[in-house]
């Protein structure tokens, strides 16, 4: 068994398999892993590191394919990838098509990966910053001195798939030149106003940055979304197919969440108005003469 670790890169991984197809290596003598699961394996085969006399030819669509299933994670994450690559090289092209055992986890994958980005921008919530209060942060300078420039805006999130660096993109263009960070429990990305810097290992101060900033407007939002919140038309099962409950702990309004789904519960789903509303006086209403 041969034992690689590709760092978790599709280009680390790409330059890896071009090199097992050309001495033709079957998929069943390969395995991803990371470094210290290598001793676990042992290859009695000895193989040039050069490339072998073997050329492959590959749709440009399958490049594609297995970049965007790349971001997925979970287990046999590289070496579902190998298999498809070395049966469509071997003129089986079927493996790319979802009506494939193989092609449908392909794109079983895909489907999530593509959820996860949708995720990250129905669900992340920016938090703009007070100049002088980063500003007096020296950690937070220190680590982004490869920009000189500090962020306006900060948002934490937890995505469950490696979709950051290409779901960000999306920002780009609706922030306009604002400056902007997002970071997670892994990685982290920077937009300057310029340039989008990705970093794969977030730093420690922007994970507490974005994770300890304080919305200036939270309350304001809070009292917004407590009553346009419609009980009246509450489904819990429709609204966390929508709205998972792993993101609530992230958003500001998600501590509100659990207890307006139980007011619903207990007859506000009735009557449909909130608690603060239905207990306000009336005005009365005279007739003009």
Same mark, same amino acid.
């Given at each position: 068994?041969?034992?690689? $670790?590709?760092?978790?890169?599709?280009?680390?991984?790409?330059?890896?398999? /071009?090199? +097992? &197809? @050309?001495?033709?290596?079957?998929?069943?003598?390969?395995?991803? @892993?990371?470094?210290?699961?290598? $001793? *676990?394996?042992?290859? $009695?085969?000895?193989?040039?590191?050069?490339?072998?006399?073997?050329?492959?030819?590959?749709? +440009?669509? &399958?490049?594609?394919?297995?970049?965007?299933?790349?971001?997925?994670?979970?287990?046999? /994450?590289? @070496?579902?990838?190998?298999?498809? *690559?070395? =049966?469509?090289?071997?003129?089986? /092209?079927?493996?790319?098509? #979802?009506?494939?055992?193989?092609? @449908?986890?392909?794109? !079983?994958?895909?489907?999530?990966?593509?959820?996860?980005?949708?995720? +990250?921008?129905?669900?992340? /919530?920016?938090?703009?910053?007070?100049?002088?209060?980063?500003?007096?942060?020296?950690?937070?300078?220190?680590?982004?001195?490869?920009?000189?420039?500090?962020?306006?805006?900060?948002?934490?999130?937890?995505?469950?798939? $490696?979709?950051?660096?290409?779901?960000?993109?999306?920002?780009?263009?609706?922030?306009?030149?604002? !400056?902007?960070?997002?970071?997670?429990?892994?990685?982290?990305?920077?937009?300057?106003?310029?340039?989008?810097?990705? %970093?794969?290992?977030?730093?420690?101060?922007?994970?507490? &940055?974005?994770?300890?900033?304080?919305?200036?407007?939270?309350?304001?939002?809070?009292?917004?979304?407590?009553?346009?919140?419609?009980? #009246?038309?509450?489904?819990? %099962?429709?609204?966390?197919?929508? +709205?998972?409950? =792993?993101?609530? %702990?992230?958003?500001?309004?998600?501590?509100?969440?659990?207890? *307006?789904?139980?007011?619903?519960?207990?007859?506000?789903?009735?009557?449909?108005?909130?608690?603060?509303?239905?207990?306000? =006086?009336?005005?009365?209403? !005279?007739?003009?003469?």
């Amino acid at each position: 068994m041969i034992v690689l $670790d590709c760092d978790d890169l599709f280009e680390t991984w790409r330059q890896q398999a /071009r090199w +097992l &197809l @050309s001495h033709q290596i079957d998929p069943d003598q390969v395995s991803w @892993s990371v470094k210290e699961d290598a $001793d *676990l394996f042992a290859s $009695d085969d000895h193989y040039p590191p050069h490339n072998g006399p073997f050329q492959a030819r590959v749709p +440009l669509e &399958l490049l594609a394919l297995l970049q965007n299933a790349a971001q997925y994670c979970g287990d046999q /994450r590289w @070496s579902l990838l190998y298999e498809v *690559l070395w =049966r469509v090289s071997h003129g089986d /092209r079927t493996a790319m098509l #979802a009506g494939d055992k193989l092609g @449908s986890e392909v794109h !079983r994958r895909l489907k999530q990966v593509s959820r996860e980005a949708h995720h +990250l921008h129905a669900f992340l /919530r920016f938090i703009a910053l007070p100049p002088c209060n980063v500003g007096k942060d020296l950690e937070v300078k220190a680590a982004l001195l490869e920009t000189q420039k500090l962020p306006e805006y900060v948002a934490w999130h937890e995505p469950a798939h $490696d979709i950051l660096h290409s779901a960000s993109q999306h920002f780009v263009g609706r922030m306009g030149k604002h !400056r902007w960070m997002i970071a997670t429990p892994k990685d982290g990305v920077f937009y300057d106003g310029e340039r989008l810097i990705h %970093k794969r290992q977030c730093p420690a101060a922007w994970q507490s &940055l974005a994770r300890n900033a304080d919305d200036p407007h939270g309350e304001l939002w809070l009292t917004y979304y407590s009553h346009i919140f419609n009980r #009246a038309r509450l489904n819990p %099962k429709v609204m966390q197919g929508h +709205l998972p409950t =792993r993101f609530w %702990k992230n958003l500001p309004e998600g501590p509100l969440i659990p207890a *307006l789904i139980s007011e619903a519960r207990t007859g506000k789903q009735r009557d449909g108005q909130a608690r603060q509303i239905a207990e306000r =006086r009336g005005k009365v209403i !005279r007739s003009g003469h």
